[in-house]
């Protein structure tokens, strides 16, 4: 690869991973909730999903999503389902303040595992994530050399600056917390975060593949 190429796929991850979407209010409803320690779990979860959905780019399903719009819709009616329920859940929590919330959420909601494989479940969400990988890798591949080290190289790139964004989110909403312990701010904070999920998961069911 080019000096000049990787320079500008630089700049492109930079400007995928940075800009807010379902992954970084996930990280961030989390980090608020939970603090900034668990939130590196949801990160992880992420960053898992990225390499999940590198890899499918890369072994052509990718390409069989961009052709098949049956296949393309099933995935992203599921997806945006899915975002559509972890919206739901947070606008129905109850909880009249910050600390019975959190209560709550230690309780039952803050295994580590569990932010794991939720946050992994909003990377592989979104079909369209794995169309966007599938034009963009091939545009900085060199065919005539190991295609296995350039890949590896190109997603190591992403996944850093990923979880690197991601835990930059999560320490300035894990600031937040003190905002939150307010009354009934905590529900205010739940229902704008649900809000906004299933504005994700609603863009998502009807957004098309082209």
Partial sequence: MTIQSWLMYLTLVIIATSTPGPAVLFIMTNSTLHGWRKAVFAALGNIAGLLCLGIIAVTGLGTILKTSEIIFNIIKYAGAAYLIYLGLKLILQKGSDFTTMKDQLIAKNVASQKLFFQALGVALSNPKAIVFLTALFPQFVNINQPLIPQFTM??????????????????????????????????????????VFIGFGVLLATSSNK
């Fill in 154 to 195: 190109l997603i190591a790139v992403l996944m850093t600056f990923s979880f690197l964004f991601l835990m930059f989110y999560a320490l300035l909403a894990h600031k937040a917390k003190n905002w939150l312990t307010k009354p009934n701010r905590i529900n205010v904070f739940n229902r704008t975060s649900g809000s």
